[in-house]
Structure formats: C-alpha cells, structure tokens
Nanobody, 123 residues
Framework: QLKFVESGGGFVHSGGSLRLPCAASRFILNYYDIGWFRQAPGKEHEGVSCLTSSGNNTYYADSVKGRFTISRDNAKNTVYLQMNSLKPEDTAVYYC????????????????WGQGTQVTVSS
C-alpha cells in the first residue's frame, strides 16, 4: 500500500499562503509521479498539481497557475505544494497521491485516498 503523510493545512484569509508537505518513502518518490489533488464540498476530486518522478515535468490546474508551486526535497523525501494568493474557492481537503500513468497526467491516482489535510480560506 502506498503511504503518504500530508500536513500543513489550516485556516487562512484570502490572499494568504500555506505550504503543504507530503512525506513518502524514497522508493515511492523515485518510482511514481506524485501529485496534489483536492476535493471541495460536494465536488469531485481534481488534480491540482503534479510532478513527474524525474522532477522534469509539472502540471498545474488552470485555476492555480501562477499561484501554486510544486517542488520536491529529495533529502527529506518530501513533496511540497506552496500555495500563495489563496482564494476562498481553494477551500478543500488536499490529498497527496501517486499519479496513475494509465490516464492523462494528473487526472487519476494509484491506490486509494489518504486522510488529506483541510485547507480553509476565508473571504
């Protein structure tokens, strides 16, 4: 079973910033593409940002381009999602997961959803 430990969520005002760490084993980070997904109340999961295992390619949903940055710290076996200029519509539970290569990039995950971390942005 693929295991990810998400953290860093919280409550912020509109325009604020948060950084979400996602810790996983070195094997997972070296083998799988990794992504951040989110689920807002009453909505489906959506791919927010993904990073290939090589670190050479990234994906950002149109709604977060220019505001979010995905990165990886190999020494800490951690993938980060830096979220700036947060908006109320970014409110959701954010999940870190391995990205399936059987579908378009950053659209489906491998395995099941973890616990996620709640991000709430007030207006």
């Amino acid at each position: 079973q693929l295991k990810f430990v998400e953290s860093g969520g919280g409550f912020v005002h509109s325009g604020g910033s948060l950084r979400l760490p996602c810790a996983a084993s070195r094997f997972i980070l070296n083998y799988y593409d990794i992504g951040w997904f989110r689920q807002a109340p009453g909505k489906e999961h959506e791919g927010v940002s993904c990073l290939t295992s090589s670190g050479n390619n990234t994906y950002y949903a149109d709604s977060v381009k220019g505001r979010f940055t995905i990165s990886r710290d190999n020494a800490k076996n951690t993938v980060y999602l830096q979220m700036n200029s947060l908006k109320p519509e970014d409110t959701a539970v954010y999940y870190c997961a391995a990205v399936s290569r059987a579908y378009s990039f950053c659209s489906r995950i491998v395995g099941s959803w973890g616990q996620g971390t709640q991000v709430t942005v007030s207006s």
